[in-house]
């Protein structure tokens, strides 16, 4: 299910300092009630949950924005459910560190996960995982979705997908696309695009996408499909060429920047999107509980605004449409990873 926006505020890099000043504080009180000592140490009855803090294990490291969105829910969820949500970050291995740390967890709803679109291409992108995906995990619900944009140098004469794919065909190099990484949304985002259009791209990863931005500003490179997060501020001051986003419609950040499947490949959607997950067996009571503070949390107007900021588009739903989800993203981008040629590094 979508939520529709409000009118959203424009992005500005001047909202960004405040942003991660509040972030700050949120982290601060969450290592405090960390550190209180937990209130019972065994399992609690589902009537009885929760007794003392939650853990959310997010996958990757302080700063990104798998864990701003984290942050964002955990104090609310913890407003709601009357005791501290607190965000442990246990970065690795594009995120398989955090996700076996979880797997392995007690079932007794004390420790939840940030499952996200890198959990369902791990499935296929490594020959093993310490953790099973789908038998491993209790989904509870989407929190968002998160689109690409497919920007360009600016020194490029390419100002729409028609242009991107007529230069491709007419250079006898084809065209580079830059990564964060093999494997990651960002680069399976393209490796999908080069299957639909059957171009000449050639892929160049990155360790991050930081460094793979600064070099596509620079010319190293000419083109990505970049978080639009990421992507968002170079194109707003004119550094880089947005010309067209990944999500099925366009987004209100960049209103006069056309989707891809509008621009001549119906049904192209490839987002970043983030779910909320617990190890499996957790209680069914459990899981509907966090279920029902998660989608109040995701609709409450002061947490859609901030998602806006990040380009992110609240996705409240049940763990049953989470579970169909995530199944089909595994299918999905197993035939892409395969198609792809893409390896863990």
């Known amino acids: 299910m979508t939520v529709t926006h409000p009118t959203l505020r424009p992005f500005t890099r001047r909202r960004l300092p405040a942003f991660t000043a509040a972030l700050g504080a949120i982290a601060c009180a969450a290592a405090t009630a960390l550190a209180a000592p937990p209130a019972q140490a ?52 594009n995120s398989n560190v955090g996700a076996e740390v979880v797997a392995k967890s007690p079932a007794d709803g004390y420790t939840l996960y940030v499952f996200t679109i890198a959990n369902t291409i791990n499935a296929s992108l490594y020959g093993r995982l310490g953790y099973d995906p789908q038998k491993d995990f209790e989904p509870i619900g989407l ?34 696309f830059a990564s964060s990484g093999s494997g990651s949304s960002i680069h399976l985002s393209g490796e999908m695009f080069k299957m639909q259009t059957k171009l000449n791209m050639l892929h160049v990863p990155y360790k991050g996408s930081a460094p793979a931005v600064t070099d596509l500003l620079g010319g ?34 960049l209103p006069d920047v056309p989707t891809v499947a509008e621009s001549g490949f119906p049904g192209f959607d490839v987002q970043s999107w983030f779910g909320l997950a617990a190890p499996a067996g957790t209680p069914r009571p459990v899981i509907d509980r966090v279920n029902a503070e998660l989608v109040k949390v995701l609709n409450a107007p002061d947490v859609r605004q901030r998602f806006q900021d990040l380009a992110a588009t609240p996705e409240p739903g049940t763990p049953e449409q989470m579970r169909t989800f995530t199944a089909a993203e595994i299918q999905r981008w197993r035939e892409v990873v395969k198609a792809s040629g893409a390896k863990a590094e």
Do not use: C
């Open 143 to 176: 929190i968002a979705k998160i689109p690409n944009i497919l920007v360009v140098n600016n020194q490029l004469p390419v100002k729409s997908v028609a242009d991107y794919i007529r230069f491709a065909k007419e250079s006898k190099d084809g065209i580079t």
């Open 42 to 93: 065994q399992p609690q009855a589902a009537g009885a949950w929760p007794a003392r803090p939650v853990r959310l294990v997010v996958g990757y490291a302080a700063g990104g924005a798998t864990d701003v969105i984290a942050r964002i829910v955990a104090v609310k969820l913890g407003e709601r459910l009357g005791q501290p949500v607190v965000v442990d970050n246990r970065a690795g291995a």
């Open 220 to 253: 190293q490179v000419q083109s990505m499909f970049d978080n639009t997060p990421s992507a968002l501020p170079h194109v707003q001051v004119g550094r880089l060429r947005a010309i067209a986003i990944t999500s099925a419609q366009r987004s209100p950040l």
